[in-house]
């Protein structure tokens, strides 16, 4: 064996440092593994009526071939009412979308190191705190009579009838400011990533054409963040269907119930609630297919716009 493949040998040799990050990537793998792509094997189920008392012994389950597909189409006016309710929240999240970018841009003009990281803690500390405390913090400033109600019935002389919690008629948009409060400061992480990468030089030059600060975020900052931005609203659109489900969840309510009601939340109380285990796993099914098309969808279309793709 000569010098050359013993010294090749030797590079290819991993420090302890890289075998522990491998041992976490590979729970991290594990975990994506075993919560989304083992549950596909129980997309069979939704080719029978199951019942959970015979276990996976499918000679006992009845075998109903796409009935449970064909019941989203008998059942299509709650469908329809439950997508409308998921397509809207997800576009307003949408809407939303260049905020995060904004927001990083923001975070980037500050000069002052100790405010920066003040700042940015803040922001993102939100996506860290649990759905359940959000609501707790939420139940007691807007609630019927919560601060919120205090506060306007002390300015006002009026007593608040409804609160914000129990409104189906602010449903949408204070579930959406509520939801870019929670997740702003976290998706920003990225921007701010993508401005340290800009090249300095691109600044310098402008400077010494005669441009101010605003001129130089207009023409070099946002220019630069555009492809960034593209790839993650085009991801964005591809999981429409995807509104979430925890947060919902948690902020269900009878009064606010034909708003709230989305595609997740659905397919979960039809399974957990009702026991409809198959059709649950067909409406899941539905939503994954979509999402996919989706996908591809914003894939090709990437390929055209930017000439290359997404995925």
């Known amino acids: 064996m000569n010098a050359q493949s013993i010294s090749s040998k030797r590079r290819k040799r991993l420090t302890k440092e890289q075998w522990l990050l491998l041992a976490i990537a590979a729970g991290f793998m594990a975990y994506i593994f075993a919560f989304n792509y083992v549950p596909i094997a129980g997309w069979i189920l939704s080719f029978f009526k199951y019942k959970p008392s015979y276990g996976?012994?499918?000679?006992?389950?009845?075998?109903?071939?796409?009935?449970?597909?064909?019941?989203?189409?008998?059942?299509?006016?709650?469908?329809?009412?439950?997508?409308?309710?998921?397509?809207?929240?997800?576009?307003?999240?949408?809407?939303?979308?260049?905020?995060?970018m904004l927001l990083a841009i923001m975070f980037s003009e500050i000069k002052n190191k100790t405010f920066l990281r003040v700042a940015q803690t803040v922001t993102t500390f939100p996506n860290f705190i649990s759905w359940i405390i959000i609501y707790g913090v939420c139940f007691t400033v807007f609630s019927n009579n919560g601060v919120w109600a205090k506060l306007s019935y002390f300015f006002t002389g009026k007593k608040q009838v409804m609160g914000f919690l129990s409104n189906p008629d602010?449903?949408?948009?204070?579930?959406?400011?509520?939801?870019?409060?929670?997740v702003l400061g976290w998706n920003s992480i990225i921007y701010c990533a993508a401005i340290a990468g800009i090249d300095a030089s691109l600044y310098e030059a402008?400077?010494?054409?005669?441009?101010?600060?605003?001129?130089?975020?207009?023409?070099?900052?946002?220019?630069?963040?555009?492809?960034?931005?593209?790839?993650?609203?085009?991801?964005?659109?591809?999981?429409?269907?995807?509104?979430?489900?925890?947060?919902?969840?948690?902020?269900?309510?009878?009064?606010?119930?034909?708003?709230?009601?989305?595609?997740?939340?659905?397919?979960?109380?039809?399974g957990i609630s009702q026991g409809d285990y198959s059709f649950s796993i067909a409406a899941g099914i539905m939503r994954t297919m979509v999402s996919l098309v989706l996908l591809f969808s914003m894939n090709a279309i990437s390929r055209k716009v930017r000439g290359n793709t997404i995925v």
């Open 206 to 270: 402008a400077q010494i054409d005669g441009a101010n600060r605003i001129m130089q975020i207009w023409h070099i900052t946002i220019p630069e963040l555009m492809n960034t931005f593209l790839v993650l609203f085009l991801l964005s659109i591809s999981s429409l269907l995807s509104s979430g489900f925890d947060h919902y969840f948690v902020f269900y309510n009878p009064m606010v119930a034909d708003k709230l009601l989305v595609l997740d939340l659905w397919t979960y109380r039809l």
């Open 56 to 100: 996976l012994d499918f000679s006992n389950q009845v075998f109903v071939g796409l009935d449970n597909f064909a019941k989203l189409w008998r059942e299509r006016d709650e469908l329809i009412r439950v997508l409308k309710n998921t397509i809207i929240l997800s576009s307003l999240s949408l809407l939303c979308s260049p905020l995060p």
């Open 170 to 182: 602010t449903a949408y948009v204070f579930h959406t400011l509520l939801e870019q409060w929670k």
